[in-house]
């Protein structure tokens, strides 16, 4: 038999798009005379379609065009994912996948396992299914049973997959759509391998590939024997339609990228992902001369294209000569545009106006964020005016504790590095250069400063990055209080300091751009906190 | 027996500020000899602590709090709520409700039916439990069996509570956190009256009471006997201790709010409390002279007191006498202090320095939120030096359609009208000034207009307001498509132009100010769409 996996990059809701897409890959696989060909879940309407899901003119449109789809269904089967009304309760939706061939829906299997953790919301939309997920069908006067089922069955305590296995399948097929998140891909695989060799099934699993607003997914599907062998294994981050030949003994593995490169590649999709599936082609980016910007510009550059990048270095009178001449040098590497504006005469203008309005306590602060402010001004001026998207480049350590203005530096669209902790933003800098050295040693090296007033330095107000990471991967990615986490050897007053001012910043958060979500517990759908909470006083 | 319904305002993750409230309800119902005294859902940590459930510590900071409220419950039978870790798989969670007698928890409930719909995410925290809710206690020598359950568990299909009703039980003991919404209360205490009836059981019923976020809730507590009969009924959006002896014949019912005094105390005890309960007593708001403005003021003054409220009047060159006339005379009828700067310097001066690197196209476009822009940065200078929260005085309507400035006019912590279509608010204009009349009747009778450019009016780029308002409650309430708005009498191309809209500005939504939901479709935790959304492309 002929497989193949369609591991492609899908639009949330552009249901034409998708379909024109998919009839070209079912089109392509019968040119190669492929038997079988498995697409994503929810592959008509995207994963996922949120509360689009409410509206059912939408379910029926998804409906017609898996459909349509099914009618160009000749001498090849299709295994194919949608939304759709429960039969007998049509308030209810299932997450469905069908087993189409020669133009007729043979099967529909509903999904059974929903996730409702992290950035998973599926009890939201979807009812379990019932459905044993079985199928029989004639390929070539030969008769086949295949094992249908999605995503998270398969994860888990995988009781639909057991009882599918038994059944003396030739075949399990799993279609998903697992987001990434650094160390998942071979933790997944690994899990996919125990599952194959556990149940003595052959799986044949297609990811999603692409960036949906802060998910990415990163394809690297699979087909996987009853041993746990892995047989074939698609690219990462790319889409592939992958032809398997189960007669030969030809293995087809894309090997695995390494964990920089991985962040990196899944920071540049999503990027790219956001910009063109909202119809956007260009960015605006401010070049402090520091290491955010300098590695948000590198990102954006490799994601959309030089010519597509405006820098702009905004100094005020605290900025330091070698801020503008590192950003500059940044620009020439990268080989993007600049202007250069100094906020001097707008800060003076409105410090001589507000200043004899203001008390005295909280003067520096307001005239801190005034300046950042200013440069939000700037900056989305520039964004409007080009139909560009700015980018925000602060980082997750900042994000977490605050260290940002709104309006001011957290402007924009879309935020590269709010999931990469600002040691994660010195590793990917160092990444970039070994691929050819855009980024300058000098803001390497340098010690951060958002130099707001003179001779500023974050070490003033943060202690170092390495103590700050660790303080904050212990509170957001494990769930630790503040005694575990001093425990580990850190000072508890500090400990504490910390997860007053992450609690404190919420708000914030709640305002900022979305960014690509590249770990286990991101800013955004993966946390969720009250914004009023009298918790973090007992931190206090 | 004497029964006491503790409608109380609790402070999410404030253990030890709600254990001071429940210890001193329970000791002023102690001093009344009541015998059973009930508090509403989840009260030891407030309703939701949303993903500090995950923090195993605050988990037990909360169980330590029911303990120590337990040993001052002498001669008193005490219902209260928790959350608690599943007894055999502690990695789960229950939403759990304690019977305390005599210092003993003599029974734990733990929620069944777990809304995960709307704002709720419930299954995302909680798992679903499986005690029967009985309970027999001996109270004066006499015994007295109660069912109680939770929230949800009395909506719907109401299993739970049938299954109690049956039991021979003198009492259902329902605890709740339901959410205001208009219309709501109503339906609500009728749903009660004919759970009361169908199952022949007499209910107490505790609601809470107060602002969390975006959600309001309005207490409304009530005792209900086993014909449907309401014997008590607690205040809406007001503390109150309810004590109620079964043997008289007295009713204690607070008469019901019309709809639009409900609404407006709803907003105000949501801003009263979003800011007390973050720790600011201050406002700062910018006076238009519109009506949008106008009633933002009036509410946080009405909220926070007019000696915590400033108003800034940033007129441009576009501003008309009448804006500065309006915003003047409004200030002066809420006793509020303002400051008038005038943008036009800073205008200028943006204008003379960027308008040479900008293209023609989005020229005008980007001059109007350059304005906007200007007097977010001017605002928010207040706000940080006065640590003060800058409101936000977008409504609905324009929020729907993307008629506002990120970082300019969307700039602020919160956004009080922000649930309100725009033909509400000049209801509640006229709701306000029939207490007394603070709004100039030259606000309320203009034409709208965001005065960005000479001349400019609202219906200029919008329909009016009327059809406007229909259109969007038909997409966003009623969940309908374009053809279907369309054959209630509007223009299809219009609809589909006001659909496209809508969806196209999910981008500043998610960027937007929370602000207090009244209805049963807010913009925040109730609609969660996508922002990269091809659907909308469907439309054009």
Redesign the interface.
Same mark, same amino acid.
């Given at each position: 038999m002929k497989l193949a996996i369609a591991q492609i990059n899908l639009?949330?809701?552009?249901?034409?798009?998708?379909q024109d897409k998919i009839l070209n890959n079912i089109k392509k696989a019968q040119a190669q005379s492929v038997d079988l060909i498995v697409f994503p879940e929810l592959t008509v309407c995207?994963y996922?379609?949120?509360?689009?899901l409410?509206?059912?003119?939408?379910i029926d449109?998804c409906l017609a065009s898996v459909k349509t789809i099914a009618e160009q269904c000749h001498d090849i089967c299709v295994v194919i994912g949608f939304p759709r009304n429960h039969p007998n309760e049509p308030e209810k939706r299932h997450n469905s996948a069908a087993f189409i061939q020669d133009g007729t829906i043979k099967m529909i299997y509903d999904k059974q396992q929903l996730p409702?953790?992290l950035v998973f919301?599926e009890?939201?939309y979807f009812t379990k299914g019932s459905h044993d997920g079985i199928v029989e069908v004639e390929i070539k006067e030969q008769s086949y049973k295949f094992g249908v089922n999605i995503c998270e069955d398969i994860w888990n305590d995988a009781q639909i997959v057991a009882d599918q296995a038994k059944q003396n399948i030739d075949w399990l097929i799993n279609i998903s759509a697992s987001p990434y998140a650094s160390g998942k891909i071979g933790s997944r695989i690994r899990m996919l391998q125990k599952r194959c060799k556990d149940n003595h099934a052959n799986l044949i699993y297609c990811n999603l590939v692409g +960036?949906?607003?802060e998910l990415v997914f990163d394809g690297t599907s699979v087909v996987i024997d009853d041993q746990g062998q892995v047989l074939a294994q698609c690219k990462t981050f790319a889409e592939q339609l992958l032809i398997f030949d189960t007669q030969k003994q030809d293995k087809f593995i894309t090997p695995r990228l390494n964990r920089l490169t991985e962040i990196y590649q899944a920071l540049t999709l999503s990027t790219r992902?956001?910009f063109h599936?909202?119809g956007f082609n260009k960015a605006i980016i401010c070049l402090s001369g520091g290491i955010d910007s300098a590695l948000t510009a590198a990102i954006a550059t490799d994601a959309l294209g030089a010519e597509n990048i405006t820098g702009l270095l905004l100094p005020s009178k605290f900025s330091s000569t070698h801020s503008i001449d590192d950003a500059l040098a940044l620009a020439k590497n990268l080989n993007i545009k600049t202007?250069t504006?100094t906020i001097e005469?707008?800060h003076a +203008?409105?410090e001589e106006?507000?200043s004899p309005?203001?008390?005295d306590?909280?003067?520096n602060?307001?005239d801190e964020?005034?300046q950042a402010?200013?440069r939000?001004?700037?900056a989305?001026?520039?964004a409007?005016?080009?139909?560009a998207i700015l980018l925000s480049t602060g980082n997750k350590s900042e994000i977490a504790v605050g260290y940002s203005t709104?309006?001011g530096d957290m402007?924009g669209?879309f935020a590269i590095i709010k999931d990469l902790f600002k040691q994660q933003v010195y590793e990917l800098c160092e990444y970039r250069n070994s691929i050819s050295p855009v980024i300058p040693q000098n803001t390497i090296h340098k010690p951060p400063s958002a130099e707001l007033r003179p001779d500023q330095k974050d070490s003033d107000s943060l202690p170092e990055y390495d103590q700050l990471d660790a303080i904050l991967k212990g509170y957001i990615h494990d769930?630790k209080?503040a005694e575990q986490i001093a425990n580990e050897g850190y000072d508890l007053d500090l400990v504490k300091k910390i997860l007053k001012m992450v609690d404190r910043n919420e708000?914030k958060r709640?305002?900022?751009?979305?960014g690509p979500r590249v770990t286990k517990m991101a800013f955004g759908k993966d946390?969720?906190?009250?914004?009023?909470?009298?918790?973090?006083?007992?931190y206090g």
């Open positions: 639009t949330v809701g552009h249901l034409k798009k998708n995207g996922l379609p949120e509360d689009l409410y509206h059912q003119q939408f449109d409702n953790y919301d009890h939201r +960036g949906q607003d992902d956001y599936k909202n202007h504006i005469p707008f +203008g409105f106006t507000l309005l203001m008390n306590y909280f003067k602060l307001t964020n005034i402010r200013i939000g001004v700037i989305m001026s520039f409007n005016n080009q139909n709104l309006y402007a669209g769930f209080d708000y709640q305002q900022a751009a979305l946390r969720r906190m009250p914004i009023t909470n009298g918790y973090p006083h007992n």
